[in-house]
């Protein structure tokens, strides 16, 4: 893909309903650049040199009236709408560039060895939000073969704590763990390294007395328990976020509370992951603006989301997102948003034929009883 800048058709040699719809891009990428109302002369100047002025107002007030402009003021220039950014976006669908050096970029990013999937995952979507200038979220399938590594120990208060496991893949999982008696830092060591004899990574610990020893198992089993029945029951996938704080360069989210409305998605995971399943739903790269958010954001949030499905060997495993402003640089987001997918694929097909891993889709537990069901009629 390369960079490419819009370029107004002739307008005069346009039958006049392609000239206005000329007109309506041209005003709607301009505003894009430009960040505030666009007027007759400003757009005149800006390619439609062959129009007058006059001409280029009377399409304004027809396009007022047909939804896709509106006014701060009387006096004052056009701003596009929801449903103008919705035009836009469809005109320039499968025109999708990435700048110079920012395919390498997000190359490198994959450019990463080892079996930490989930943490390479992770790094990419933060160089796909920095180049982007935008928030991403990405649903992740569960990767199979995924071994505890390491374990971390914190206490909350005198009694609580906090259970932390680090996988092979880079997963971070926590818990929330109540204790029956006050614990001292000290033993909470102790009892990490306890965790790891169990997992055979070490050496047996010695506790103070039977009583600490007896408190350590009971951790030990709550915490893997709890761990066993997470990781066999998937019944919904994880959703990684990155570059929320790229939001505030935004003009649109300067307002305290325009921010939160927009900010609201990322907080409800639900939600998201709506959108990324509609996203490989359509198996497209798929795209809401404004609006057609509702009911993921509060009306007039004026933002838009631009998804994308990633596959794995050929299989749709996930979506990976971007929130941002209706004022998005969409040639720019379809762009960036195609490499990504395409290495994202590329990079954890390579991963699962290198260690000998696979992956699942979370299901459902109607689902679960429908796959039992089923494998028993096969058998039968």
């Known amino acids: 893909m390369k960079s490419a800048t819009f370029k107004s058709l002739p307008a005069r040699k346009l039958p006049k309903t392609d000239r206005e719809h000329a007109v309506l891009l041209g005003l709607v990428e301009l505003y894009m650049k430009m960040n505030r109302p666009i007027g007759s002369q400003t757009l005149q100047e800006n390619g439609f040199e062959s129009l007058s002025t006059a001409t280029i107002r009377n399409y304004f007030g027809k396009m007022e009236q047909q939804g896709y402009l509106k006014q701060q003021h009387t006096s004052g220039g056009r701003i596009p709408t929801g449903k103008a950014f919705r035009l836009f976006a469809d005109h320039v669908r499968h025109q999708g560039i990435v700048e110079k050096g920012q395919e390498e970029i997000l190359a490198k990013a994959f450019d990463r060895e080892g079996r930490e999937v989930a943490d390479a995952i992770s790094r990419a979507a933060e160089a796909l939000s920095e180049e982007a200038k935008c928030a991403v979220f990405i649903s992740m399938p569960r990767f199979d ?23 092979d893949f880079g997963l971070v999982r926590t818990e929330t763990i109540y204790l029956d008696a006050p614990v001292s830092v000290s033993f909470l060591r102790t009892a990490e390294e306890y965790f790891l004899w169990r997992m055979n990574k070490g050496e047996k610990p010695l506790f103070a007395n039977e009583t600490e020893a007896k408190m350590a198992q009971r951790i030990y089993n709550e915490v893997m328990v709890r761990h066993v029945v997470g990781y066999a029951n998937f019944s919904a996938e994880e959703v990684v976020r990155s570059g929320l704080s790229k939001l505030l360069s935004y003009q649109e989210f300067n307002d305290a509370a325009a921010l939160a ?31 057609e958010l509702c009911p993921y954001v509060p009306p007039e949030s004026e933002c838009s989301v631009i998804a994308i ?10 979506a990976v997102a971007i929130l941002g402003p209706m004022r998005l640089a969409y040639r720019n987001i379809f762009g960036l948003l195609q490499v990504f997918s395409e290495q994202l694929s590329r990079k954890l097909t390579e991963s699962l034929y290198k260690f000998k891993i696979t992956f699942r889709q979370p299901q459902s537990g109607m689902e679960k009883q429908i796959q039992h069901e089923t494998n028993l009629l096969e058998k039968k």
């Open 309 to 318: 499905p990633y596959r794995i060997n050929q299989t749709i495993a996930g």
């Open 145 to 167: 073969q995924d071994f505890i590594q390491d374990v971390r120990l914190v206490s909350l208060d005198a009694m609580k704590l906090l259970s932390v496991l680090i996988t």
């Open 261 to 291: 409305r927009s900010l609201s998605l990322l907080e409800d995971e639900a939600q998201m992951r709506n959108l990324l399943r509609e996203c490989c739903r359509q198996n497209d790269l798929t795209s809401w603006i404004g609006d």
